[in-house]
C-alpha cells in the first residue's frame, strides 16, 4: 500500500525539520519504509534531550512505542513544524548512514 497524498507531505515535512528544508527534495517518492526509517530516525532523537522527549510523549498516539511514526503521521509532522527549532540541534545526533537509508528507500532506488 502506497501513502497517500497527505502522508507523503508529512514525511516531507519531518524530513526537512530533521535534516534541513534544502533537503526536502531527497524525499521525493516515500515508502512505508521510509516512514519506518524516519521512526528510527526520531527515537535516536528523542535521546538528544528531554524537551524533544516531552513534545513526542504529548502526542496522543504516540504512547504504543514502535510503529507510533505510522499511527500519527500527520499529528508528529504538525508538531515538529511546529516546534522546529528544538529539533536543531540535535541533528547530529543523527547518522550520516541513516539519512543515506532514508534517502534510498524516499527515491525508489
Known amino acids: 500500500?502506497?501513502?497517500?497524498?497527505?502522508?507523503?507531505?508529512?514525511?516531507r515535512?519531518?524530513?526537512s525539520v530533521i535534516?534541513?528544508?534544502g533537503h526536502r527534495r531527497d524525499t521525493?517518492?516515500?515508502?512505508?519504509?521510509?516512514?519506518?526509517l524516519l521512526e528510527k530516525a526520531l527515537l535516536e532523537i528523542q535521546k538528544c534531550n528531554r524537551r524533544i522527549r516531552t513534545l513526542f510523549a504529548s502526542l496522543p498516539c504516540s504512547a504504543a512505542g514502535r510503529g507510533f511514526l505510522k499511527r500519527?503521521?500527520?499529528?508528529?509532522?504538525?508538531?515538529?513544524r511546529r516546534s522546529r527549532s528544538e529539533f536543531?540541534?540535535?541533528r547530529n545526533r543523527v547518522s550520516a548512514s541513516l539519512r543515506s537509508?532514508?534517502?534510498i528507500?524516499?527515491?525508489g532506488i
Open 1 to 11: 500500500m502506497s501513502l497517500r497524498p497527505e502522508e507523503v507531505q508529512a514525511v
Open 72 to 80: 500519527c503521521l500527520r499529528a508528529t509532522a504538525t508538531m515538529m
Open 19 to 21: 535534516y534541513g528544508e
Open 105 to 107: 528507500s524516499a527515491q
Open 101 to 103: 537509508e532514508i534517502v
Open 13 to 15: 515535512d519531518i524530513y
Open 28 to 36: 521525493a517518492h516515500p515508502t512505508w519504509q521510509t516512514v519506518e
Open 88 to 90: 536543531a540541534g540535535c
